[in-house]
């Protein structure tokens, strides 16, 4: 089993930034794949980045292509999300999630982990 704990989200204004961070422990060799998903009221759930744990694969959805960096620290077993220019839009629950796969996935279902979630609110 690989746990995952989210942390970093909050309250921010339209343009402000915000960082959220990810940490794994248990099984971690378990999954080689961790990614962002996000979920607003009443939407399905959504992948936003995803990075593997060695290497340099890094993915982002379009919607967040130039604003949102994903990196990874692999002594602390965390990854983090930096959010720049955050939109209205971008307010979700956010949560990650791990697998272990030959490619990325961007299909939340395809994920074997998940952490709880941490809600991200941009206001206008």
């Known amino acids: 089993q690989v746990q995952l704990v989210e942390s970093g989200g909050g309250l921010v204004q339209a343009g402000g930034s915000l960082r959220l961070t990810c940490t794994a422990s248990?099984?971690?060799?378990?999954?080689?794949?961790l990614g962002w998903f996000r979920q607003a009221p009443g939407k399905e759930r959504e992948f936003v980045s995803g990075?593997?744990?060695?290497?340099?694969?890094?993915f982002y959805a379009d919607s967040v292509k130039g604003r949102f960096t994903i990196s990874r620290d692999n002594a602390k077993n965390t990854v983090y999300l930096q959010m720049n220019s955050l939109k209205p839009e971008d307010t979700a629950v956010y949560y990650c999630?791990?697998?272990?796969?030959?490619?990325?996935?961007?299909?939340?279902?395809?994920?074997?982990?998940w952490g709880q979630g941490t809600q991200v609110t941009v206001s206008s």
């Open positions: 999630a791990a697998v272990h796969r030959a490619t990325i996935t961007t299909t939340a279902k395809e994920y074997d982990y």
């Open positions: 248990g099984r971690t060799f378990s999954a080689n794949y």
């Open positions: 990075i593997r744990w060695t290497g340099f694969s890094i």
